[in-house]
């Protein structure tokens, strides 16, 4: 086995815990479809019971699933971390039946502290949000 | 009727008309306390479907009850609007059983532009989280 | 001497290591008007060297004289403490001639993190801008 | 002259007339490398007086140089546009000396809102900062 492969196998590893608990990830059907040390890529589709009162995807859904990806991508390292401060901004609004794609993205990382920028596109590639997110690395793993 | 009274019952009436449709807010088990002109405060209970991967409250579901007070709030006045940026900083995890307030409040109102700060607390008055919004205020009524 | 006296001694004696150093708060011309721990309030004259292309006062100037009472109220612990993230929320512009107001405000601190809310206020009281900053805690002392 | 030609000649007339008056961006010494619609690269050096009070480049600085990039890139389209909110996130300290790369490039435009990623980098090509700002397209011309 290659030593590339042996990373990816790990964050990999870390996923499928993480996923294995992760009630609220479930709700939203979040499917993952590429891990790596410092990257993730999920897909979900946009359901009903995610709508908001103008009958648009809820923002916290949105949110939600970037925060996932977010918190894949930062604990793929095999170190315990948690969200320290995040910011997103709405470029357009979600619709029902919209498949919309969420990647992750490592831009920094340091011995405590880790930054990501999260892209949420739709079906036709337009981007509905810019999620940018600050991790902080415990000493535990995960 | 007094003009105050009237105020209140107009942000009520936008409030109701937006939570009729809102299915993810019902999702969450939102219960408005309080509603007004640029303000909005309710409280949730966080479920076991909640909970991420380290079995400790999804931050997106922390987010998601801040940004549904945060529309409550910047809809109140009548004027349809829609978040544009928003920034959130944890401080505390928040557990099951936890029964979690939220509080949203104007800091600035212009014409086309509202800004909110909303604070999250727990049942002890702990500080889990501080969510910041910008909202874009439309021309439409809503 | 009461204790608490004893406390506003260390934040200032904090305060005045860090201004003695800090060429760039002095170009802005920043005089403290209230130290303690986790808060700071200052204030400085708006100059026409201060201006954008607009003729009104540049974002980055407002931004940082609150990034500097931020550093000051975090530090005023006697831990030394770094910016990790900030956001801020423009809502009025500044003009030359201006005397603005910076107040920061610990809302939460934890071992390894502080969260900081500072508003920025024209001499009318009228709120300019919001920023909010977290900031990392190092085991070092000032 | 071909089509693309024109279109660089106007962000760059705009920048100009931004520039003439921009007294900070001035006393910051930024240098613009590249400017077209939507997108602008600048330099600077890290000057004694740009210092904190910790003697490493003072995070204001930093952000306002951002800020400039901000503003050239989102103006560049001829719509006169102001930041409405923006995110830093701090990964490495600037040094006295640095040659300090700033580039704006855009994220999303609509009609009355667009969004901007801004990366801070030194001349060893070590990313010092990430900033994201929003900015609200007034109907005036620059």
């Given at each position: 086995m290659k030593e590339q492969d042996k990373t990816i196998s790990k964050a990999?590893?870390?996923l499928q815990r993480m996923l294995a608990k992760d009630a609220f990830s479930k709700w939203l059907g979040l499917e993952v479809d590429e891990i790596g040390e410092g990257f993730c890529r999920l897909h979900f589709q946009v359901r009903e019971d995610m709508l908001n009162g103008?009958?648009?995807?809820?923002g916290g859904v949105t949110y939600a699933a970037a925060d996932s990806a977010f918190a894949f991508a930062c604990n793929?390292?095999?170190r315990l971390s948690v969200a320290l401060s995040t910011s997103?901004?709405?470029l357009e609004a979600g619709k029902?039946?919209?498949v919309?794609?969420?990647e992750a993205k490592e831009e920094g990382l340091k011995n405590k502290i880790g930054v990501y920028q999260i892209r949420i596109t739709n079906q036709e590639g337009l981007l509905l949000a810019l999620f940018k997110g600050?991790?902080?690395r415990t000493s535990k793993e995960v």
């Open positions: 990999d590893e870390v103008f009958g648009t995807l809820h793929s390292h095999g997103m901004d709405y029902i039946g919209d919309l794609t969420v600050t991790s902080y």
